[in-house]
Nanobody, 113 residues
Framework: QVQLVESGGGLVQAGGSLGLSCIAS???????MAWYRQAPGKQRELVAR???????FYAEFVKGRFTVSRDDAKKTLYLQMNSLRPEDTAVYYC????????WGQGTQVTVSS
């Protein structure tokens, strides 16, 4: 059973930066991993993905602002978020892609205008 623990969220002003981390415990980490987010009243959406081979995908709304990376030895997924906007406010989660693991608690990111 894989457990996912996200951290690094917080309150930041528009234009600011935050770095998120996700540590996976349990089984191997050599799968496609992704960051997702869920804003209040909205469905969870895919933010960025990094494949087991290092191929990267970004949702259009974060391209040029967010950077996803992974450290397989540490079983850790990262998301560096720059130029944050109020519409980036959400709870951010990591999971496989597709999201087959049990969701963690996520980490809240709040961007004030």
């Amino acid at each position: 059973q894989v457990q996912l623990v996200e951290s690094g969220g917080g309150l930041v002003q528009a234009g600011g930066s935050l770095g998120l981390s996700c540590i996976a415990s349990g089984n191997a980490f050599n799968f496609d991993m992704a960051w997702y987010r869920q804003a209040p009243g909205k469905q969870r959406e895919l933010v960025a993905r990094v494949s087991s081979g290092g191929s990267i995908f970004y949702a259009e709304f974060v391209k040029g602002r967010f950077t996803v990376s992974r450290d397989d030895a540490k079983k850790t997924l990262y998301l560096q978020m720059n130029s944050l906007r109020p519409e980036d406010t959400a709870v951010y989660y990591c999971n496989r892609l597709p999201a087959v693991y049990v969701w963690g608690q996520g980490t809240q990111v709040t961007v004030s205008s």
